[in-house]
């Protein structure tokens, strides 16, 4: 059963975390993210895919990926509610974000300052949110005496 649980808790999580993102930064943070960028609009239009474009195969690997880390560290650390979840989501989340957002901007000229601290912001709470979940779900388990 706890094998079980890990698993429909790593799916789901993978499943929250493709659409809430998608949601916030294909919808709500796009044009905010397009228009806050060091890169002119015809290298902007060469660097990003059309939709239709994506190796879609690619991003949903992406999302297991991280769907089964987030779940690794929610067992990890024992968070087994939604707010346990969110916090240890939260924080691994912004530490990751700031490493590699914060990476990118010191190394090219893709990102402005504002750009990267609203990306890491939103990916903590992405994150912070697919956790929360994917520990409540964690916790539902029946534990036997």
């Known amino acids: 059963m706890k094998n079980n649980r890990f698993f429909l808790a790593a799916i789901a999580g993978s499943v929250v975390f493709f659409l809430l993102g998608y949601l916030v930064f294909g919808v709500l ?25 994506f190796n879609w195969y690619a991003m949903v690997l992406s999302h297991i990926a991280g769907g089964f880390l987030f779940a690794t560290i929610a067992v990890w650390t024992n968070a087994r509610t939604l707010v346990a979840g969110a916090k240890v989501g939260f924080i691994i989340s912004l530490l990751l974000a700031i490493n590699v957002n914060f990476l990118n901007f010191g190394m090219t000229n893709l990102f402005t300052l504002r750009s990267v601290c609203v990306q890491t912001g939103a990916l903590a709470v992405v994150l912070s949110v697919t956790t929360a979940i994917m520990a409540m779900i964690l916790g539902t388990a029946k534990t036997t005496s």
Do not use: E, G, I, S
């Open 29 to 53: 943070l796009n044009d905010f993210l397009n228009t806050h960028t060091m890169l002119d609009k015809d290298t902007l239009a060469k660097f990003h895919k059309p939709m239709d474009q």
